[in-house]
């Protein structure tokens, strides 16, 4: 198994420009999250999703979209990159509705916006 | 609303050592508690959790949790570190009582762990 995937690794971005990061698992996993990573600040959870064709707002959701149109990918869009949103971007997921289920976590997407 | 804090953004530690990271956190209910490693230009690794019972956890890699109610920490401990422990390390706690809300975590800011030679 692969686990949780994510592409690209790394990303320049140009203030105003548009890009999607893509997550994918192949565990069967219902609940997948997008987090972002900033220096002092931990994880904060961007939108997350219960299940396939479903989509929530997280901690910081402005200016990111998501979509879950199939189980096993979770797609995070950014509409018009801002400078603020330079960070490393994080995808998990983790099995349905036991609470106590840990995430597990792709290997990270470095976003630099210009 | 669930909280966590994690006092220390570095600890260091000579190898062969104990060492303690610490954590404590606000929930309304009862704590689900988690650790997750991250290693340089990785993403967090699962360490341990703690749901019910004992209060001591013990998980990957030689490393245990202890938690305390009455506290309300959850201290990240090892008997004897090894420079390979270097890494940065995120606690992380879900509020039994939420529901819904797709199992959301709340995740400290991370402690750098730093073993020497």
């Known amino acids: 198994n692969a686990g949780v995937t994510q592409t690209p690794k790394f990303r320049v971005l140009k203030t105003g420009q548009s890009m999607t990061l893509l997550c994918a698992q192949d565990m069967n996993h219902e609940y997948m999250y997008w987090y972002r990573q900033d220096p002092g600040m931990g994880l904060r959870l961007i939108h997350y999703s219960v299940g396939e064709g479903t989509t929530a707002k997280g901690e910081v959701p402005d200016g990111y979209n998501v979509s879950r149109l199939k189980k096993q990918n979770f797609l995070l869009g950014l509409e018009s990159a801002a400078p603020s949103q330079t960070s490393v971007y994080f995808c998990?997921?983790?099995?349905?509705?036991?609470?106590?289920?840990?995430?597990?976590f792709g290997p990270g997407t470095r976003l630099t916006v210009l | 609303a669930q909280s966590v804090a994690q006092p220390e953004d570095q600890v260091n530690v000579a190898e062969g050592n104990p060492l303690t990271v610490k954590c404590t956190y606000s929930v309304s209910g009862n704590p689900y508690l988690f650790w997750y490693v991250q290693y340089p230009n990785r993403g967090l690794q699962f360490l341990l959790k703690y749901i019910t019972g004992d209060n001591l956890v013990k998980g990957s890699y030689g490393f245990e949790a202890e938690f305390n109610k009455s506290q309300t920490s959850f201290h990240l401990k090892k008997p004897s570190a090894l420079v390979s422990d270097s890494a940065l390390y995120f606690c992380?706690?879900?509020?039994?009582?939420?529901?819904?809300?797709?199992?959301?975590?709340?995740f400290g800011t991370g402690t750098q762990l730093k073993v020497e030679l």
């Open positions: 998990a997921s983790s099995y349905s509705n036991i609470p106590y289920n840990e995430q597990f």
């Open positions: 992380a706690v879900r509020d039994t009582v939420l529901t819904g809300g797709g199992n959301k975590l709340t």
